[in-house]
T-cell receptor, first 108, second 113 residues
Framework: GQNIDQPTEMTATEGAIVQINCTYQ??????LFWYQQHAGEAPTFLSY????GLEEKGRFSSFLSRSKGYSYLLLKELQMKDSASYLC?????????FGAGTTVTVRA | EPEVTQTPSHQVTQMGQEVILRCVPI?????FYWYRQILGQKVEFLVS????????KSEIFDDQFSVERPDGSNFTLKIRSTKLEDSAMYFC???????????FGNGTRLTVT
């Protein structure tokens, strides 16, 4: 099975940087994904790591360490529209399993 | 950009009734999924479907649930006899190959009264 842990809530100021950590224990691993979800909407894909290291995509970066079962999502230059839930998800052979999500609140 | 489309956006039904949730995956995608999200809770895997058969299903996906790809474009989730606890947002997703990120539809909000 999959066990995916991430903090429940984080608050940051507009323009700042926030790092959302995710630890996982899985029976199979074919990649770690980060999704953004606004309230009442579908998850939208942000970033994907299958190998160790940092992937950068504009203001968003994601890091993976497979040996430690650890990933983080880094959000830079925070904007008010970044207030959302951020979901860490691990893929095994057949499916994506999600963590409970981290609600990020961006304050002016 | 191609999208996964789901209908209806909101469905209200009475306990014990059958519901069918419909999805049109992205046209060249081969793997199809249903997930659900109860209000305030995490996104939960229900079932994956590949090559016209179920590849994996969760404990939630009991005998009351079934999936079908009736005509090569639609992908449906049927709940035979709905219960109050089936009230949730149901998301369909598809991917082109096993390593791609899932593309989610906008979801169907199912309310069972």
């Amino acid at each position: 099975g999959q066990n995916i842990d991430q903090p429940t809530e984080m608050t940051a100021t507009e323009g700042a940087i926030v790092q959302i950590n995710c630890t996982y224990q899985t029976s199979g691993f074919n990649g770690l994904f980060w999704y953004q979800q606004h309230a009442g909407e579908a998850p939208t894909f942000l970033s994907y790591n299958v190998l160790d290291g940092l992937e950068e995509k504009g203001r968003f970066s994601s890091f993976l360490s497979r040996s430690k079962g650890y990933s983080y999502l880094l959000l830079k230059e925070l904007q008010m529209k970044d207030s959302a839930s951020y979901l860490c998800a691990v893929k095994d052979d057949y499916k994506l399993s999600f963590g409970a999500g981290t609600t990020v609140t961006v304050r002016a | 950009e191609p999208e996964v489309t789901q209908t209806p956006s909101h469905q209200v039904t009475q306990m014990g009734q059958e519901v069918i949730l419909r999805c049109v995956p992205i046209s060249n995608h081969l793997y199809f999924y249903w997930y659900r999200q109860i209000l305030g809770q995490k996104v939960e895997f229900l079932v994956s479907f590949y090559n016209n058969e179920i590849s994996e299903k969760s404990e939630i996906f009991d005998d009351q649930f079934s999936v079908e790809r009736p005509d090569g474009s639609n992908f449906t989730l049927k709940i035979r006899s709905t219960k109050l606890e089936d009230s949730a947002m149901y998301f369909c997703a598809s991917i082109s190959d096993g390593n791609s990120p899932l593309h989610f539809g906008n979801g169907t909000r199912l309310t069972v009264t």
